[in-house]
């Protein structure tokens, strides 16, 4: 069943033809008639689960707001970018590219959150300090991502999730002195320096 319509109203935006959504029925915070943000196509926002675009925020080109994840304030979600989860992007945050942001993440204020990068758990990014992306590194030539959380930095590399402790010490388990764990290692330093832990 769908969950909103558009309203007629429409916003030109870098050659793309925005439109203002309103809601059907009542979900989460949302009552049936209030006017949300704006997004390109249905595509861009799910009918499933509580998921929303408020605002002045805008989701378009290939990116996907769904589950119960809200964009709010003047944020903008766009590429091929996805928010889902319980996640928020609000203020004037942007995510896009092939980012991902999700389980109870929060983007805010001026940070942008591009490229492969993951953002989940607890983080909360509020500038482009809180995180770093490196693409590609090490033996998998993949992406490593090390975000802020209420528990200190982790790092995001294939399988492996932890801290910069935990992932120092499976580099010189798994790799040894190879040149993956000298590119590794130094990815390492440069986040002990960005984050000051140690």
């Not at 030109?12 to 309103?22: A, D, F, N, P, V």
């Not at 990068?117 to 500038?127: I, L, N, P, Q």
């Not at 932890?162 to 990815?187: M, N, P, R």
Request: hydrophobic residues 30%.
């Amino acid at each position: 069943m769908r969950k909103y319509d558009f309203t007629g109203e429409t916003l030109e935006w870098y050659g793309r033809t925005l439109k203002r959504i309103r809601a059907l029925k009542d979900f989460g915070d949302v009552e049936k008639g209030d006017i949300g943000g704006w997004i390109e196509k249905e595509e861009n926002l799910s009918h499933i689960g509580d998921c929303w675009v408020y605002d002045s925020a805008k989701v378009y080109d290939s990116a996907e707001v769904y589950g119960s994840a809200e964009v709010y304030g003047s944020a903008e979600v766009y590429d091929s970018a996805e928010v889902y989860g319980s996640a928020e992007v609000y203020d004037s945050a942007e995510v896009y590219g092939s980012a991902k942001v999700y389980g109870s993440a929060e983007v805010s204020c001026l940070a942008e959150v591009y490229g492969s990068a993951k953002v989940y758990g607890s983080a909360e990014v509020t500038t482009t300090r809180d995180y770093i992306t490196i693409n590609p590194i090490g033996s998998r030539n993949d992406v490593t991502t090390a975000f802020r959380t209420d528990n200190g930095v982790r790092i995001e590399c294939g399988c492996f999730y932890g801290s910069i402790a935990e992932f120092e010490k499976q580099v010189k388990e798994t790799h040894g002195d190879s040149q993956y764990a000298k590119e590794y290692l130094a990815f390492v330093e440069l986040l002990k320096i960005r984050f000051g832990e140690e």
